[in-house]
């Protein structure tokens, strides 16, 4: 299961990366899989904003849905549309064309795991 | 500890993810369950079904027991044909839906599902008391492996003895598959033409490898529960404990052709069930159509005007169709095909159409 070196990671099996204040968010290819084949995510708009914590969208596969939480706090400045037309990108590249939301932080970055604790914490579950 | 087929092994070796499934390890998906799906629509699936029960009733009064224990008439079925019935409790409730196969005069083989085999079972070793005949439930000792989609005579024409254009749907035959015996059955729950076969516990895996080998030319490809459920949701065929339960009779839950009051003779259930044959039922199985990609799952709601008429009981987007599919229970005044509904999916109420079952037909 790929866990790249460069990205953080939260227990909810979310990604993220960081720059210049704005957090690229997505979940990560351990969450993919445990889903199965992603055919529906639902997203906030552009402009909303979402807090650390809560529930911000969720994903659908065939057999089941999971809710999404909001590994940070901030304004959603842009929504990956293909996610929407294409939901299966997410399984087959989780981590570049598969993101979800780009965020502008407001207040700052929770603690978050590296991808050595992330692979530890999803060999825990 | 959840039970493991004789497959497991196999399964494991192609890195199938597994799920617990009525006490049983079972393989949820290979590898992309639509894949999979697509798959039996179009070419073939092969499926582990072992944690589904085997009982075998023998004796001179074989037919005699079942059509006391069953609902429906096993003495009219003929040697080598099957028959899908139900089993009720005293008071009509579904106990489980079953395949009954008659395979000879005196020999029938009731397959339940994995989830009820230990109800059937004792239902059945009681019931036979005063008969002349034996209940066997040999579901630790038997294997079964599904080759399902319309590629599935092909696959099999090659490696088996059988004279599969003689074999219809819903019959079976003994026959030799490259040297194992098996029941070679012409049953499904995918909606698509194929085989079930029965065979000892001890030769699954070989039997397993020699039709994956056969199959893979064909596009056929090890499928999972998974797909299993969106296939047969697609047919519009029941799953227990989803669209069947105790609490409802055969009538209920929109099967009453099942019960078959005009065999002689008193059966299981038949007060009961004659009663509640007479009264309209409360709520009708129905299709339902979604827009968008949201799926309606089980349990959700549905609404007219803010009231709840009705409940879903299985849903998914359909793989083959590409929009939201569902099976529900509505009151009688919102049966009909064509009429809107609202369903509350996870608190955003969304509209859906009454549609005739089932979703899908092979061509």
Known sequence: MSIPENLKYTKEHEWLSVEDGVATVGITAFAAESLGDIVFVQLPDAGSTITAGEVFGEVESTKSVSELYAPVSGEVVEVNGTTSDTPEVINSDPYTEGWLLKVRLTGDVPDLLDAAAYAAHTQEN | ?363
């Open chain 2, 1 to 363: 500890m959840s039970k493991e087929t004789s497959l497991h092994g196999v399964h494991k070796g192609l890195g199938a993810l597994f799920t617990d499934f009525a006490g049983w390890s079972m393989p949820v998906r290979y590898a992309s369950e639509l894949a999979e799906h697509k798959a039996v629509r179009e070419a073939a699936g092969l499926f582990d079904l072992s944690h589904m029960a085997e009982i075998h009733i023998t004796g001179k009064q074989a037919a005699d027991v079942l059509d006391y224990a069953l609902v429906g008439n096993l003495t009219g079925v003929k040697p080598g044909r099957a028959r899908y019935t139900m089993i009720c409790n005293p008071e009509g409730g579904v106990l489980d839906d079953l395949v009954v196969y008659r395979l000879a005069d005196e020999h029938y083989l009731v397959v339940a599902n994995a989830g009820n085999a230990k109800v059937v079972a004792d239902a059945l070793a009681e019931r036979v008391a005063g008969f002349d005949a034996v209940v066997d439930d040999r579901s630790e000792t038997t294997a079964l492996i599904a080759v399902q989609g319309p590629k599935a005579v092909e696959i099999l024409g090659a490696v088996t003895d059988a004279d599969l254009d003689a074999l219809k749907y819903y019959a079976s035959v003994p026959a030799s598959v490259k040297g194992h015996d098996v029941l070679l059955a012409r049953t499904g729950y995918t909606g698509e033409d194929g085989f079930e076969l029965f065979v000892d516990a001890d030769e699954a895996p070989a039997l397993w490898r020699l039709l994956l080998e056969a199959g893979e030319p064909h596009g056929l490809v090890p499928a999972g529960l998974a797909c299993r459920d969106t296939l047969r949701l697609e047919a519009g065929m029941p799953l227990y404990g989803n669209e069947l339960t105790v609490d409802q009779s055969p009538f209920e839950a929109g099967l009453g052709r099942v019960v078959k009051f005009e065999k002689p003779g008193d059966f299981v259930g038949r007060a009961a069930l004659e009663e509640r044959s007479k009264q309209d039922v409360p709520r009708v199985r129905v299709g339902l159509k979604g827009a968008g990609r949201r799926a309606p799952r089980h349990g959700y709601e549905l609404l007219v005007d803010g009231t709840g008429i009705g409940e879903v009981t299985s849903g998914a987007l359909s793989p083959t169709l590409g929009y939201p599919i569902a099976m529900a229970y509505v009151d009688r005044a919102y049966a009909e095909p064509g009429t809107e509904l609202s369903v509350d999916i996870r608190g955003r109420i969304e509209p859906v159409e009454v549609v005739a079952l089932p979703f899908y037909s092979r061509a």
